[in-house]
């Protein structure tokens, strides 16, 4: 398992734009997926992105598409979500996971879990 750690989660109105990071602390990112969900309260953990650390294929959830792209930087152990156009239903805590093998939409199959940062959107 890796030891994530997000930040850059805050307070935006609609239409404005936040960076998310997500830092691997213990270990490099090699051979890993890195996603990005999100929580809303009272709902599911929903898939918002993913990218691998070899290759840098992404893939991401349709409510996102368009609107947010994710990233990685190498010397820096680090992957970031850049949320652009944020909407009101964007807002929960949002949380970085690691997986090894192939991509994957399903929370359920990831590892290593950040502690979650909270981005909230006012309309």
């Known amino acids: 398992q890796v030891r994530l750690v997000e930040s850059g989660g805050g307070l935006v109105q609609a239409g404005g734009s936040l960076r998310l990071s997500c830092t691997g602390s213990d270990r490099t990112f090699s051979n890993y997926y890195i996603g990005w969900f999100r929580q809303a309260p009272g709902k599911e953990r929903e898939f918002v992105a993913v990218i691998s650390w070899i290759g840098g294929s992404t893939y991401y959830g349709d409510a996102v598409k368009g609107r947010f792209t994710v990233s990685r930087e190498n010397a820096k152990n680090t992957v970031y979500l850049q949320m652009n156009v944020l909407k009101p239903e964007d807002t929960g805590v949002y949380y970085c996971?690691?997986?090894?093998?192939?991509?994957?939409?399903?929370?359920?199959?990831?590892?290593?879990w950040g502690q979650g940062t909270q981005v909230t959107v006012s309309s």
């Open positions: 996971a690691a997986k090894r093998g192939a991509w994957s939409s399903q929370a359920s199959v990831y590892s290593s």
